[in-house]
């Protein structure tokens, strides 16, 4: 299942001769009801956030982000992301490189595969990792004897924020890579380019764009993970808290100010991830039109 | 595909692909196969008292039923949204399109907490349908809501790119032979977009079934009522019942490896359309 399909709006398909489109009258009510759609179920959403947020003023709302707590739990959502993040990239690449590059069989049940975890429930995702670390799983009695802890602890936090967002870095490869072919690293390869040298010159300055929304789709996701994460986290304030789950815990004791002024950070992210994409698709547009 | 028969000329065949599927297993496979050894350990008359009684039933239809519901709310909106995007023109297009990315980007917990004040009884929204009669926060209607705002950019984005790619000859040729717009549209344009259509209703339908984050706030989880099946986990994990916790996830699973199954069979009919087309 795609996690994000990226559509580049052209304006060839709204350059449309009068006897095909509708009439002014109807397009006007298409439109309006579209718009209003999207304001009651993503615009007020936003600006209820900010509107929340800052509802008992400023100084507030900036105390609430400096609370020590607000702070560890910022602080473990970065180190969570600067783990993850790295090493699904990583992955994403050496994923994209051996489908895009190579011709094998079960080639289409290895993309499937890949996508898997889009399909899990991110209760369940967090749950699989509970059954083998936890103090009752699979592992459980061998890491208790070694003084291991991953469950309730950054470790099982990271594994399930891996869990995640597996798929979104080489999902947003694959498509691209495919589309490229491999005429240019194999002409490459014939005037006698090697190994790293090869991804290094002639493919990732083709892929730069895409690798980069794919990196920032997967970081806002690793930074906004909830249902995954709370199952492995134990919630021990300062201690395993992320910024989503920071968030429940102070809806949850009704201080409604400071959990939307901890929600606004990772509105600010989103909004940030979705400009990326936006001059990504600006980059691609332009590239194509080369 | 294209390039050349023999593609083993580029390097890294067997360090990529090897790395692949080693973490492919570490990280998705070993620890999802762990469900199904933990079921198995269970003994059958358990099992199937854990998953067939009557709360968690309740809780699998409210799942299965807002999901169903929201998927078809952005069927028809969704297609609306994508239509109005790749055909018309209007001031704050670009904004628009970025924005209906937005539940992509947005953590599910901000999602939760933002919708439930809204349409909570003293929220903006709630508050004025309250006089109505009509209560959504802490209801089914509350819970699909939720997932009609998650689910929104699968049905977009699968519509949009096939809307756009749609040839304006077969419209016009619909029209020289006497159709109306609406006419055209039914026997025309739908026909071709239904696929794809399809697709996004199933995607957004199998990630509403799974959802939590932006569930959980506003549907109040009363047992029976608006308890979604992944709560139920949740609760069951909370009370260190992993066997009872495990036997509902491997329901669950099963349901939506169903969707994705039928996703992947529509999107390879889909493919074949356009590649014979």
Redesign the interface.
Known sequence: ???????H??EE??V?PQ?????VL??IV??T???A??T???????L??FI?GLKKGWDVYTASLRDADALSALKLTLIVSLIAVPLNTF?GI??A???T????RGRNV?I?????????????SG??????F?A?G?YGPWLDDHNIQIIFALPGIV?AT??VT?PFVARELIPLM?SQ???E??AA?VLGA??LK??WLVTLPNIKWGLLYGII?CN?RA?????AV??VSGHIRGETNT???H??IL?NEYQ?SA??AV?SL??L???L???V??FVEWRGSKWQSK | ????AN???????G???G???F??CV???I??A??F??TAGMGWADFWHTIWNARVIAAYKVSFLTALAAAGINAV?GL??A????????PG??F????????????????G???T??YAQNG??GSKLEPLGIKVAYTPLGIT?AL??IG???VV??V??V??D?E?DT??AA?MLGAY?FR?FRKIVLPEIAPALLTGFA?AF??G?????SVV?ISGNMPMKTEI???L??TK?EQ?E?AG??AI?LV??VI??I??LI??LLQARMNKRTISA
């Not at chain 1, 590059?101 to 094998?104: I, T, Y």
């Open positions: 299942m795609a996690g994000a399909v990226t559509a709006l052209s398909a709204s449309r006897h095909i489109n509708e009439s109807v397009r298409l439109i009801i579209a718009l759609f999207l009651l179920v993503v615009i007020f959403p936003l209820t956030v929340e992955f050496m994923a490189w051996a489908i590059k190579f011709k094998f290895l499937t595969l890949i996508d898997l975890p889009f399909a899990v429930s991110p209760v369940i749950l699989i990792f509970v059954l083998m936890g009752q699979f594994l891996v869990f597996f495919e072919g491999v005429q690293e194999e390869v090697k190994g090869l991804f789709l806002a930074m906004g993970e909830f249902g709370s199952v910024l989503p789950l968030i429940e809806y409604f959990s939307f929600s990772l509105v992210l989103a909004v991830t979705l400009a994409k936006k | 595909m294209k390039g050349s593609r083993r000329v580029l390097p890294g065949y360090l990529s692909l790395y692949t599927i973490y492919l990280i998705v496979l620890p999802l762990g469900i050894i933990k909106f609306l949204v239509w109005v995007l790749v055909r018309y023109k209007f297009k670009s628009i399109d970025s924005l209906v990315d937005l539940p992509f980007a947005l953590p599910t917990a901000v999602a907490v933002s919708l004040a809204l903006w929204i809501i009609v705002f929104l950019p699968f984005r699968t949009q790119p809307l756009q749609l304006k419209e016009e029209v717009r055209t995607l199998a990630r079934i799974g959802e939590y984050g706030f099946a992944p709560l986990i949740m994990l260190y992993y916790a495990t996830a669950m699973l939506s490896f969707a994705l996703i992947n």
